[in-house]
Structure formats: C-alpha cells, structure tokens
C-alpha cells in the first residue's frame, strides 16, 4: 500500500515569513494525484492545493505553491507571506490514477503549523 | 462551502450506547468516506462507499457499520460505545475521477461520557 509521511509534527513560522511543510510518498505507480488540506482550529478539513503528477509544472494558488520532485517522491507546500489565519494543521495527501487503488486515498499524519505575530 | 452535509453536529452520549452519524455528498458524488480523528491526530480511514457498495475498509472496528443507500446518502453507526471513541467523525465524497480531491463535511463530534 502507499505511505504518505510527514516528518515535521510541528513547526513556526514568523507572519510575513515564508514557510516549507515536507511530504514524501511511497509509491510504485506512475498515475497518481497529490493533495495538501489544511484543517484550522475549527477543524473543518479545506483543500488548499493538488497536483498531478503527470505534470511537470509545480501547482500554485495564491500564496501557497508546491515543490514537486516526482523523482524524489517528494510534495512540499511552500505558504509565502505567512498570515496568522494560516496556523493550522496541515495534512498531505495521495490519491491513486487508477488499478485497484483507484478511489483510495492516503494522508500523512499532519504538519501543525504556528504563525507567530 | 463543501457541499458535504454531516449530521448531528454535536453528539453527547453514555457509554455502551448506540449512534448513528448521517451524511449527505456532494451532489454527482458517488463515492463516501468515513474518518475518525481523535483530538490532535491524523486522520484514521473507516470506510469507503461507492454506489451503494463497499469498496474498501480501514480500522473500522467491529462494533461500527456503516452502509450507503440507492440515494447516495451514508450512515455510520457506532454501537456499545467506550470512551475512546470519542473523536470527531468524518464523512468525505469524491467523484469518480482521478483527478478529484476529497470534499469533507464539517464532521460530527462525539462525546462519550
């Protein structure tokens, strides 16, 4: 089965600052999709940005970009100009292209992020 | 909004009771998902839907079911309740395309006391 890992449990970041959340997977497919949700104190879960892999081109929204190295297994989040109402936790996540992992979805443990004023 | 309709909200009940957690997709959304997730933990997978059928199972324990009726809605149902199962529940759906992200309600929250 695929493994999504984030190594940071936590982590700070002063406002205004940039921060870079960490995600490797464990994969042996060529298809898959990769996600990052962010989950505030109110614990509603919020997709923030995804990715194909497919795509060479790394995906960005806003403030928040992804350093994708499909070579690497690698998926960070880059949040720039780091606002107050960014803490949160931060989950990564990997979605399978097809087989018989189709419709499986997988997340690493969660990044906690603390913005400091 | 996520278009994920999650009910009760708040779920306040004794242990060795019975629940049962209503969730609504998105609309065109086949798929439903549960997850549990205890106070600062990650996301534990329950469950998987997908048209009515099971498709996939994680850490569900034996005293929880779930199922999805012919109108896509789910319910999960916890019974004989300990303590430990107090958490937040939820339910996520996603179409049927690689491509597409999960879309969570805003979960319910239960306490057993």
């Known amino acids: 089965a695929q493994t999504v ?23 042996s497919e060529s298809d898959y999709y990769l996600f990052w949700y962010k989950q505030p104190p109110s614990r509603q879960m919020i ?5 194909e892999a497919y795509k060479q081109q790394n995906a960005t929204e806003n403030r928040f970009s992804v350093n994708f190295q499909k070579a690497a297994k690698s ?14 936790m931060y989950f990564c996540a990997y979605r399978s292209g097809g087989g018989y992992n189709f419709n499986k979805f997988y997340f690493g443990s ?4 603390n913005v400091k004023p | 909004d996520s278009g994920v309709t999650q009910t009760p909200k708040h779920l306040i009940t004794a242990t060795g009771q019975r ?11 086949l798929s439903v998902y549960w ?12 469950i998987q839907y997908y048209n009515g059928e099971e498709r996939a199972k ?28 107090s958490a937040l529940y939820f339910c996520a759906s996603s179409r049927d395309r690689a491509n597409s992200p999960l879309h969570f309600g805003n979960g319910t929250r239960l306490t057993v006391t």
């Open chain 1, 5 to 27: 890992t984030q190594s940071q449990p936590e982590m700070s970041v002063q406002e205004a600052e940039t921060v870079t959340l960490s995600c490797t997977y464990d994969t």
């Open chain 1, 47 to 51: 997709l923030v940005i995804r990715q």
């Open chain 1, 75 to 88: 998926f960070s989040l880059k949040i720039s100009d780091s606002q107050l109402g960014d803490a949160a």
């Open chain 1, 110 to 113: 969660g990044t906690k992020l």
């Open chain 2, 19 to 29: 629940v049962t957690l209503r969730c609504s997709p998105r609309s065109g959304d």
């Open chain 2, 35 to 46: 997850y549990q997730q205890s106070l600062d933990q990650g996301l534990q997978f329950l």
């Open chain 2, 58 to 85: 994680g850490n569900i324990l034996e005293r929880f079911s779930a199922q999805q009726f012919p109108d896509l809605h789910s319910e999960l149902n916890l019974s004989s309740l300990e303590l430990g199962d």
